[in-house]
């Protein structure tokens, strides 16, 4: 059974970092694409980030120089570092990840930027 855990989201001021951290178990074939989306209020989910076993990554232009992917991929763990937060950030992060063909989400943390 695949399981994606997140962890590392709080409350922290504007321009504060934090980094989340997501564990992924369960795949013996590891995940090709891990990614986080984030959700905030009266929103649709967005794509944050993404990265491939390839070390490809991609950003949503509200994010780019703000927030970095990073994967450990003997661990199956997938980070984000976000610096320079912003209220607009305030959302609930989701880990995603694709496991042969199948996509996965994890429960989600939330992440609060207020002063």
């Known amino acids: 059974q695949v399981q994606l855990v997140e962890s590392g989201g709080g409350l922290v001021q504007p321009g504060g970092s934090l980094r989340l951290s997501c564990a992924g178990s369960?795949?013996?074939?590891?995940?090709?694409?891990m990614a986080w989306y984030r959700q905030a209020p009266g929103k649709q989910r967005e794509l944050v980030a993404t990265?491939?076993?390839?070390?490809?990554?991609n950003y949503a232009d509200s994010v780019k120089d703000r927030f970095t992917i990073s994967r450990d991929n003997a661990k199956n763990m997938v980070y984000l570092q976000m610096n320079n937060l912003k209220p607009e950030d305030t959302a609930v992060y989701y880990c995603?990840?694709?496991?042969?063909?199948?996509?996965?989400w994890g429960q989600g943390t939330q992440v609060t930027v207020s002063s």
């Open positions: 369960g795949s013996s074939f590891g995940f090709n694409v």
């Open positions: 990265s491939t076993t390839g070390s490809t990554t």
């Open positions: 995603y990840a694709i496991s042969r063909l199948r996509a996965y």
